[in-house]
């Protein structure tokens, strides 16, 4: 039994932040941001909750798919900012779609989040427990950023992106492999804290967090766990690079995938990149990129493709596809 990618689609809110906005509320320039991370400008969601940018983006996969969603049997979500801490974002989705078959859950592994929901799915579909699959990547990350904070400020923006997964029987199509992994001695690397947790004895309320980072921490992490990671999976499966036609790697940083690229001695050709109009998008970022590059006509039947994310937990992954 394998699992499929059957459809793709994706969602961004139509409010443009540039670099130049940026530049007005924090003392960075656009030189700065463009230089170290590869970013212009990302999209900001004004009216858009993280459940309703799910439902966009789980829409449009859907019908890429050609697939109704009472036809859905799971849905996994993958996020770091549900809109509330309970229902799930998978269940609200569920509910707008009226896919009244599944049963909806999320995962949170942050910006690896959809890498670990991907693996999850399919070791679900391999039991033989369900069929047919929607997993989501999305985030609502400017809700957590402290835009006072030029350090990490410039990086996120927000965005959903979603693929419909199917079991089938041939052998050799869909999910080939996968690794994932953590870290939680990193844990303080890269971070989200509510500032002050709720106080039964106090009265006091809970006061949200904003995100901290230790930027070069992650940035080493990220350019020596994500080759470690992508090599031992192709080698497990007795699959060299030279047969991947694309290495989707999760859009944190242009110098970060030009670094991985180097490790794993493969060209920028092989990884594509939409970070300039994003930026990082979190559980979003490797869905909505694959999406991109279904709906350009990119992916032909047999392209072997390595999906690979890394993030906050600290937590890394990579899965082996053939399309
Ligand atoms: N604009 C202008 N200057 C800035 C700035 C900004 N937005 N952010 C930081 N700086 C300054 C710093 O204050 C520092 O100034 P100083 O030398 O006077 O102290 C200087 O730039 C260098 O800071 P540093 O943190 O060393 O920069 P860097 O080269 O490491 O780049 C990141 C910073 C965040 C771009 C880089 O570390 C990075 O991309 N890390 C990975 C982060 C990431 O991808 N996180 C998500 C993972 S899922």
Redesign the pocket.
């Given at each position: 039994m394998g699992t499929k990618i059957i459809g793709t689609g994706s969602f961004v809110p139509d409010h443009v932040v540039t670099n130049n906005h940026l530049a007005e509320l924090?003392?960075?320039?656009d030189e700065?941001?463009r230089s170290?991370?590869g970013i212009a400008q990302r999209r900001i969601s004004d009216s858009f909750g993280t459940s309703q940018m799910a439902a966009e983006a789980s829409k449009r996969a859907l019908e890429n798919a050609h697939v109704k969603p009472e036809d859905i049997d799971l849905i996994i979500a993958a996020t770091s900012t549900p809109d509330c801490c309970f229902p799930s974002a998978a269940c609200e989705v569920q509910g707008i779609l009226g896919a009244v078959n599944a049963v909806g859950m999320d995962v949170s592994a942050?910006?690896s989040g959809f890498i670990f929901a991907l693996s999850t799915v399919d070791a679900m579909i391999q039991t033989g427990m369900y069929k047919t699959a929607l997993i989501i990547g999305v985030d609502n990350l400017s809700k957590i950023v402290d835009w006072s904070d030029?350090?990490t400020c410039?990086?996120f923006g927000d965005g959903a992106g979603a693929a419909v997964v199917r079991a089938c029987d041939e052998n050799g199509q869909g999910i080939i492999g996968g690794q994932i992994g953590s870290d939680g001695k990193k844990a303080a690397v890269?971070s989200c804290w509510s500032r002050t947790m709720g106080n039964f004895l106090t009265g006091k309320k809970p006061e949200p967090g904003y995100i901290v980072?230790e930027?070069?921490e992650?940035?080493k992490f990220?350019v020596k766990k994500v080759p470690e990671c992508v090599e031992a999976l192709m080698e497990s499966m007795g699959i060299g690079m030279d047969e991947v036609k694309y290495l989707i790697l999760?859009q944190?940083?242009y110098r970060?995938c030009e670094s991985i690229a180097r490790r794993l001695r493969i060209s920028m050709d092989k990884i594509p990149m939409n970070i300039e109009k994003y930026g990082?998008t979190?559980g979003a970022s490797i869905p909505l990129l694959l999406d991109e590059l279904n709906r350009e006509g990119k992916l032909k039947k047999g392209d072997k493709l390595v999906l690979a994310g890394?993030?906050?937990g600290l937590t890394w992954g990579a899965v082996l596809v053939e399309w």
């Amino acid at each position: 039994m394998g699992t499929k990618i059957i459809g793709t689609g994706s969602f961004v809110p139509d409010h443009v932040v540039t670099n130049n906005h940026l530049a007005e509320l924090v003392e960075t320039s656009d030189e700065w941001i463009r230089s170290r991370t590869g970013i212009a400008q990302r999209r900001i969601s004004d009216s858009f909750g993280t459940s309703q940018m799910a439902a966009e983006a789980s829409k449009r996969a859907l019908e890429n798919a050609h697939v109704k969603p009472e036809d859905i049997d799971l849905i996994i979500a993958a996020t770091s900012t549900p809109d509330c801490c309970f229902p799930s974002a998978a269940c609200e989705v569920q509910g707008i779609l009226g896919a009244v078959n599944a049963v909806g859950m999320d995962v949170s592994a942050a910006c690896s989040g959809f890498i670990f929901a991907l693996s999850t799915v399919d070791a679900m579909i391999q039991t033989g427990m369900y069929k047919t699959a929607l997993i989501i990547g999305v985030d609502n990350l400017s809700k957590i950023v402290d835009w006072s904070d030029r350090s990490t400020c410039v990086l996120f923006g927000d965005g959903a992106g979603a693929a419909v997964v199917r079991a089938c029987d041939e052998n050799g199509q869909g999910i080939i492999g996968g690794q994932i992994g953590s870290d939680g001695k990193k844990a303080a690397v890269l971070s989200c804290w509510s500032r002050t947790m709720g106080n039964f004895l106090t009265g006091k309320k809970p006061e949200p967090g904003y995100i901290v980072m230790e930027g070069q921490e992650v940035f080493k992490f990220a350019v020596k766990k994500v080759p470690e990671c992508v090599e031992a999976l192709m080698e497990s499966m007795g699959i060299g690079m030279d047969e991947v036609k694309y290495l989707i790697l999760h859009q944190a940083n242009y110098r970060i995938c030009e670094s991985i690229a180097r490790r794993l001695r493969i060209s920028m050709d092989k990884i594509p990149m939409n970070i300039e109009k994003y930026g990082n998008t979190s559980g979003a970022s490797i869905p909505l990129l694959l999406d991109e590059l279904n709906r350009e006509g990119k992916l032909k039947k047999g392209d072997k493709l390595v999906l690979a994310g890394f993030g906050a937990g600290l937590t890394w992954g990579a899965v082996l596809v053939e399309w």
